[in-house]
């Protein structure tokens, strides 16, 4: 009888044995996902850096006259002109902080410069101008943004801003700007043939058209 | 008045330099930025303006011509800093409209209006001594004749 119960003692041990064994060779110890990569610097530009002649836009995401240039003459130029690789337009943030009716203008830089981080400027950018007068207004800056990215996306846009991964570059362009003696926005820049000229920020399309016809011509 | 006709024409040989080295469509878009005239007129305008504003210059430091110089500095001059005074907003950040005076990236401002009032004000009293010694001279010619004599047509 002890004979017998230490065999089957011994064989539901085995067993038991057997089953840790098997499911060990049945089930891989997971392995960790991969931590996601450190985005790299923002990229604000549109078009071909081949391109003869480049654009740069200083400019507020809440200043109405930056939304009319940005509906009125950049969304026709990057058909116009980005698309066929004649120009290159460079974002640069100038947020006006301390007037009043821009206190959301460094929110909505930050959000734009690290959606750029991750290769989502454009449609960040549209949605900041189309949106203008709905988050100046509300503060809804996330909401808006939020509205263009996947859940994913805005997630990662959101770490950022709020951990302060973003703030040197718009301090960067800012100082940039102020250097430049930038002292309201738009302020437009365009360099063609090795000379860079003012334009001037409220100017209508057929104008500037004109002008950047000009400079191809040349 | 010399020194005062020689620095004006001085300013105007200068702003007309400045807007003929460059596009004269840089020109037309700050004209047009203005908004006082339609787009075709503003362009036409930037055509013209840095000619006349360099043929007015070289008339004032030459001393020629000086009642038609200085009257067509002067009503050119009223018609800029008229312009400026419509478009200047003292607190504003936001499309800044250029003076357009000697090229862009001059916003109209107080030192902008009060430098072209100056230079307003200097071709105005240039204007006015050009006809106050135009009729001295003809006052003079007149004096000069014998009494008696008619005056020869």
């Known amino acids: 009888m002890r004979i017998r ?4 003692l011994a064989a539901a041990l085995a067993l038991a044995a057997t089953a840790a064994g098997a499911g060990g060779r049945q089930t891989r110890p997971q392995a960790k996902p991969a931590a996601e990569a450190e985005p790299g610097p923002p990229v604000k530009t549109l078009g071909s850096p081949t391109a003869p002649i480049e654009m740069e836009i200083f400019s507020d995401y809440s200043c109405p006259v930056c939304r009319s240039f940005y509906l009125g003459a950049v969304r026709p130029m990057m058909e116009d002109y980005v698309a066929a690789g004649k120009l290159r337009i460079i974002h640069r943030d100038f947020p006006l902080t301390g007037v009043p009716g821009h206190e959301h203008s460094r929110q909505a ?6 959606a750029a981080r991750i290769g989502k400027f454009e449609e960040v950018d549209a949605a900041l101008y189309d949106k203008q007068a709905v988050w100046v207004r509300d503060g809804s800056v996330d909401a808006v943004v939020a509205a263009v990215l996947s859940p994913r996306d805005i997630k ?14 718009v301090d960067q362009e800012k100082a940039l700007g102020t250097a430049r003696r930038v002292n309201s926005t738009p302020t437009i820049y365009v360099t ?18 004109r002008y950047l016809d000009e400079q191809l011509q040349k | ?15 007309a330099y400045t807007k003929l080295r ?14 006082v005239m339609p787009e075709w007129m503003a362009v036409g305008a930037a055509h013209v303006l840095p000619w006349v504003e360099l043929a007015l210059g070289v008339a004032l430091i030459a001393g020629i011509w000086l009642r038609l110089t200085s009257t067509a500095a002067t009503a050119l001059l009223a018609v800029f800093f008229t312009a400026m005074v419509h478009a200047y907003q003292p607190e504003a950040k936001e499309g800044l409209i250029s003076c357009g005076c000697f090229g862009l990236g001059e916003p109209i401002s107080g030192r902008t209006l009060t430098r072209d009032g100056a230079l307003l004000a200097l071709s105005a009293a240039l204007m006015m001594a050009a006809y106050y010694a135009a009729r001295r001279r003809r006052l003079g ?13």
């Open chain 2, 22 to 35: 460059t596009s004269f469509l840089l020109f037309a878009m700050a004209i047009d930025a203005y908004k």
């Open chain 1, 192 to 209: 063609s043939h090795g000379r860079t000229e003012l334009v001037p920020g409220n100017v209508s399309y057929s104008l500037l058209r």
């Open chain 2, 1 to 15: 008045m010399t020194g005062g006709r020689v620095l004006l024409g001085g300013v105007f040989v200068y702003a």
């Open chain 1, 156 to 169: 990662r846009v959101r770490e950022m801003v709020e951990s302060g991964k973003v703030d040197s570059y």
């Open chain 1, 5 to 8: 119960t230490w065999g089957v």
């Open chain 2, 141 to 153: 010619n007149v004096a000069a004749v014998p009494a008696g004599n008619p005056v020869a047509p």
């Open chain 1, 109 to 114: 830089a930050l959000y734009e410069t690290a």
